[in-house]
């Protein structure tokens, strides 16, 4: 079986529904989701593939994907997580962007081409049709910057409004956005920015954009406003950028002075999935910097489950 078949929906800028972002795309649930028998098509091709994986037989594009697990009886295939992935636009061009080396040249705040399709029509058409676990659902925001989005607020105000569990929005933070102020005040939403560094000009370097100041701005404004309790803070360590201990105690020395309680490491996506790449040393370094001074603050430390396992190894495999 395959729980993300079952409970996850994808939408992706490919016009297409799919049940997962896994490295194993799975099969399209919906391949044109533009058309008004879009939801019915949803429903056959999901039972279908379900029937499928009962039967023991694994679709093509999900062989030897880590997520499948042995057949276990389940009653619910009510929606349970969506990712929301249809759009690109963004006002940042960090070097490390799975979107592909922006530069300021290359920045997409506005794309000119048409919408795909209608997300929000696709959303309140699972809600009625009772394919929504409302108390349990969890969204999570990961295409461009959610401030270009122009419906974001459309969307967000349907997930409140018709029942949600937490939304979860990754975002530059370079703009200030009173929906994500109203998330955080009740305790539906969760913050994330990667900061990436202590300084203006480290950022700059890294973001391709002068924000700093602007971000870090605007994250004293959520915590007056909303509290600290769900802002994370991630710093991605970037080769050759902000690898280094004086980067790194500006960092944290500004997280305690702002009152972050969050902090979340990780390593370019670059080294670690792109290629083999051995850890250095002074990684091993920043890490326990960062867990210390977090131990001594009162702050939570984390690290993504993949990162965990490239530093305990000791290298990553292309």
Known sequence: ????????????????????????????????????????????AKKHYIEMFKSGKIPDKCQNCVHITEYKKQTDFRINKITLNHYTQCNCACIYCTQGNRTFEKIIEDENKPVLYDVLKFINELYDNNLIDT??????????????????????????????????????????????????????????????????????????????????????????????????????????????????????????????KIIVLDIDYRDIIDKAFTIPKHYYEISDYVKKTCHENNMDFGMPPYTTSVMERGYSIK
């Open 135 to 260: 108390q349990n659902l969890y969204i999570d925001f990961q295409g461009g910057n959610i401030s270009c989005l122009k419906n974001h607020e459309d969307i967000i105000h349907t997930f409140l409004t018709r029942g949600v569990g937490t939304i979860y929005i990754p975002t530059n933070n370079i703009v200030y956005m009173p929906i994500i102020e109203r998330l955080l005040a009740a305790k539906k939403g969760e913050l994330c920015t990667a900061l990436d560094s202590g300084c203006r000009e480290t950022y700059l370097k890294i973001k391709q954009v002068d924000k700093f100041d602007k971000s870090v701005e605007n994250l004293k404004k959520y915590i007056v406003k909303a509290g600290n309790d769900s802002i994370i803070i991630k710093y991605i360590i970037v080769n050759g950028y902000n690898d280094n201990m004086e980067e790194i105690k500006k960092f944290m020395n500004l997280m305690v002075e702002i009152g972050i």
């Open 1 to 44: 079986m395959c729980p993300l078949l079952n409970n996850h929906l994808h939408f992706t800028s490919r016009d297409t529904l799919e049940p997962c972002c896994s490295a194993n795309i799975g099969p399209a649930l919906v391949s044109n989701l533009s058309t008004k028998d879009s939801i019915k098509e949803f429903i056959k």
